[in-house]
């Protein structure tokens, strides 16, 4: 499949399924001092997602120009350095504010991946967040801490054996992999909406090298050919500015699937620059320059 055609995909599937398809947002961002420019496909729905703006469309997707050169979600330092990171790279999304929540955003996952891409289900290995393993961070100094809205065992967030069960409706247990909070729970930033969050991670390796090493051990671990391609967050909590959580006036799914890697996975490639989303544009500079790329 073309770039083109993994979009449209895309667009057409959850068009299928009730979202209603809006444009992609500027990239640079005017009406919200916290971020300078867009970083992720939610932002242009932060204020419906805080309950200040109303719900217009209660399913809604997207393809999202995102920019990450600043803030929380910085990918600048790993660019150059690998094959699958962008400052400037397409996020495909579908959310959800206080319509569906975990179980469908998972089985829509599960369904657009295999049924409709037919990508090969042993190499796919999902992420949950593994719940704290030590309390957040001290409030600033003279502020007391708020337990408004925590939930688990005294300040602590428990595992998301929710997404768990529903992960096992696809995957054996042992694909099914728990995740520190840095990987497995999301937050745009020090403060803002936020939670746990469940990856899918794709195996583009060769046959003969997944025979000597199990996938297993390399998600999360750098390997340029195991790499997350797809980010569900079920986005429960708002985090205030003393490090507390209060509960969203809506759940909300908020996903992001990096438009580059996917077309790496559908195209057969080792590296996001060998799919057609790059390769036209290095065509016309080796035209300009005289040079080969793979030179």
Request: aromatic share 10%.
């Amino acid at each position: 499949m073309t770039s083109q055609e993994i979009r449209n995909a895309f667009l057409d599937f959850f068009e299928r399924k009730g979202h209603k398809i809006v444009p992609s947002a500027p990239m640079v961002i005017k009406d919200d001092p916290t971020l300078m420019f867009t970083n992720a496909g939610m932002n242009q729905f932060k204020n419906i997602i805080l309950g200040n703006d109303p719900i217009k469309y209660p399913r809604v997707a997207d393809s999202q120009k995102c920019l990450r050169v600043s803030g929380k979600h910085n990918d600048l330092e790993e660019v150059g350095h690998d094959t699958y990171h962008h400052t400037m790279f397409e996020m495909l999304g579908n959310w959800s504010f206080g319509d569906y929540f975990k179980k469908e955003a998972i089985e829509y996952a599960w369904e657009f991946l295999t049924g409709v891409l037919k990508l090969d289900k042993n190499r796919l290995y999902v992420t949950v967040f593994e719940g704290e393993k030590e309390a957040p961070l001290n409030p600033p100094r003279g502020e007391t801490p708020s337990t408004e809205g925590r939930v688990g065992e005294g300040l602590l967030l428990p595992r998301d054996n929710e997404a768990a069960g529903y992960w096992e409706q696809f995957l054996p247990k042992e694909r099914i992999i728990d995740g520190n909070k840095k990987d497995n729970f999301w937050e745009m930033g020090d403060t803002g909406p936020c939670g746990p969050c469940s990856e899918i991670h794709v195996d583009l390796r060769p046959d003969s090298e997944r025979e000597k090493t199990d996938g297993l051990a390399l998600v999360n671990a750098g390997h340029p050919q195991v790499v997350e391609i797809w980010n569900l967050v079920f986005m429960q909590y708002n985090r205030k500015a003393d490090g507390s959580l209060e509960p969203l006036p809506n759940k909300v799914i908020d996903t992001g699937m990096g438009f580059e890697r996917l077309c790496m996975a559908m195209q057969g490639k080792i590296s996001n620059y060998d799919t057609d989303v790059f390769t036209p544009i290095i065509a016309e500079i080796e035209k300009i320059t005289g040079y080969q790329y793979t030179a």
